[in-house]
């Protein structure tokens, strides 16, 4: 077996009476890209940090390459970091950023010089070399942070909310630039985001954190597709999420209609929770099986679909993304017909 | 009528300047407005007298040393209270800017009896260390303005880089922190030089530094000497403070995002 690029092992990290990081077990595998995604306070930057060394876990222990680097500093951890706020050196040139990290290892002066050019090659921003980060746009001195967490080849590298500060359009570009990047170089990337969209497009495997803790780890594919748990299934994607009672181990009961189940066997009698994606459910004419009714609540237009908010006969709420041009006029108050296909429910666990 | 009244402003605070430069030339011997003529024999005078040459070189031996010392220990302390981990954060704060709040009487003989104590009264020491209490509320106030604008993220990055924590203060945080240490030197420099009450109480005719020995020359002679140093000192002033303002002004530009 292969031992883990980063690991981190039963880390727990407490600032005060918050338990910011719960007893987390984490393996990085070499030249994955691996996303931290969840809500602003579920731990993930702080793992980040406990991974670069800014932190120490208040209990359990990192391990980078199999050596336990527990209570080492960062300066000798020799990774490389890339800060939400970019952390450019505003005294300093493009260039003597990049080279910072390698004149710090004492490298000779050629040598920095011939990697640094290969550095801002790399993230191509040869032209700006003589000008300082403040002259530069966001995503310029994006590249700049990542030219600089580059140069001098870590083991790791470590991404910290990098689009955040990028606008939309800029920050689909920097994507695509991350992702190739990675490719070029494949380095193993570790990479803190509360954007699902950056973390289903660019992550290997995503691990989705709640409260300190991993809910779910696995490819995007996966995460989207096959929510393990409810929170997961709200935080990626919109998502309906609908409680009814098991009759048969295919068969759930729904405000009063039948639902034929795909996947998991469930144990009839139990109460349990399904999710189902907006775009999955579908308006049909007739009464049948998989089919519910719906009250119109709420529509959004949005151009390509409309996003429609609909109450069942028991009061849960249902969402449908309904592809314009609608194949019935929607109105608020109308009763909609909608079948469910089975095989899109993902049965959640129950927690 | 607003641009009068700031003419009139202006001209209310430079007037007595303007006086004393203008009584600097005057050939008599009299203090008196408008001056009578114009002659050069005042400044010859201050060059001359040896009671002055002492006086400034004293000035510039205790300003030097304490600028020296207030400088480094008022950065660590700035330092300290934005960095450290201190409980009562506010009350440490007031405490290094208390001085600016002491009346120099109270001060100077605050100083005076604890030199008398120690048997330091014919010492410049006694002086030197009463200007590194008076210089370095300036000196902890314009260096923590510096130190609030520096972005933590920039020492963890140079962390990261590999730089030990002396290595990421040498070459990071330091060189940030140059605008606040200028205008905390100006500041020192200035307020050191300047100082008279204090320094009356603490300095004998052999240490006394010049704002004292020009009080003790006024209260022997009144001649137009005493505006010709003032003068001299009034320039001298003007070109530090002109400097220092050019520096900071290429600081900022050198520092904006």
């Known amino acids: ?351 | 009528m607003l641009r009068l009244a700031v003419v009139l402003l202006l001209a209310f605070m430079t007037l007595p300047t303007v006086v004393v430069v203008a009584v600097s030339f005057n050939p008599t011997a009299i203090l008196s407005f408008p001056p009578a003529g114009l002659s050069l024999r005042w400044y010859a005078n201050v060059l001359t007298y040896p009671q002055f040459q002492r006086a400034a070189l004293n000035s510039v031996l205790v300003t030097g040393m304490a600028v020296a010392l207030a400088l480094p220990a008022g950065t660590l302390a700035a330092l300290a209270l934005e960095r450290g981990r201190l409980r009562g954060r506010h009350v440490w704060a007031a405490l290094f800017l208390s001085p600016l709040v002491v009346p120099g009487v109270a001060a100077g003989l605050g100083f005076l009896i604890l030199a008398a104590a120690l048997g330091l009264l014919r010492s410049r020491a006694v002086l030197v260390a009463a200007h590194v209490a008076l210089v370095l509320p300036f000196v902890v106030r314009s260096v923590w303005v510096s130190v609030r604008n520096l972005d933590p993220a920039l020492e963890r990055a140079a962390a990261s880089l590999g730089a030990t924590p002396w290595r990421a203060f040498r070459r990071v945080t330091l060189p940030l922190l140059r605008p606040g240490l200028f205008a905390g030197l100006l500041f020192a420099v200035v307020v050191s030089l300047n100082e008279f009450v204090v320094s009356l109480f603490i300095s004998n005719r052999v240490t006394e530094i010049l704002p004292v020995a020009m009080f003790t020359y006024v209260v022997n002679y009144t001649d137009p000497t005493i505006a010709a140093l003032s003068s001299l000192f009034i320039a001298a002033t003007f070109v530090v403070v002109w400097l220092a303002d050019r520096y900071l002004d290429l600081g900022r530009v050198f520092l904006r995002r």
């Open chain 1, 1 to 351: 077996m292969t031992t883990a690029v980063v690991e981190l092992r039963g880390c727990t990290r407490d600032y005060g009476a918050v338990r910011a990081v719960d007893a987390l077990d984490l393996a990085v595998h070499e030249g994955e890209f691996l996303a931290l995604l969840g809500p602003s306070g579920c731990g993930k930057t702080t793992t980040l940090n406990l991974v670069a060394g800014f932190v120490e876990p208040t209990a359990g222990r990192v391990l980078i390459d199999g050596e336990d680097v527990t209570g080492r500093p960062p300066h000798l951890r020799g990774l490389g970091v890339v800060f939400q706020s970019y952390a450019l050196f505003p005294h300093l040139s493009v260039r003597e950023n990049v080279a910072f990290g390698l004149r710090e290892r004492r490298m000779a002066a050629a040598e920095i010089e011939r990697r640094v050019g290969d550095a801002l090659e790399l993230v191509r921003l040869e032209p700006a070399g003589r000008q300082r980060p403040s002259e530069l746009s966001g995503g310029m001195q994006q590249r700049v942070a990542l030219a600089r967490a580059l140069v001098y080849r870590p083991r790791v590298l470590l991404l910290d909310e990098p689009l955040a500060a990028l606008d939309k359009k800029l920050r689909e570009g920097m994507r695509d630039e991350l992702r190739t990047i990675h490719r070029s170089v494949g380095i193993t990337t570790i990479f803190v985001t509360h954007d699902q969209a950056e973390a289903l497009g660019l992550a290997d495997r995503i691990a989705v954190m709640n409260r300190g803790r991993i809910e779910q780890l696995g490819p995007p594919r996966e995460i989207y597709e096959r929510p393990a748990t409810r929170f997961v299934a709200d935080f990626i994607g919109a998502s309906t999420v609908l409680r009814g009672r098991a009759v048969a181990a295919d068969r759930v009961v729904v405000a009063g209609g039948t639902l034929h189940v795909g996947g998991r066997a469930l144990r009839a009698g139990a109460d349990v929770e399904l999710a189902i994606r907006p775009e999955r459910l579908r308006l049909v004419a007739a009464a049948g099986d998989n089919v519910l009714d719906a009250r119109v609540e709420g529509l959004v237009y949005q151009g390509a679909q409309t996003e429609v908010t609909a109450r069942l006969g028991d009061g849960q709420r249902v969402l449908v993304f309904v592809g314009e041009p609608a194949p019935v006029p929607l109105a608020v108050g109308q009763t909609l017909r909608l079948f469910l296909p089975g095989e899109a429910f993902m049965v959640l666990d129950d927690r």
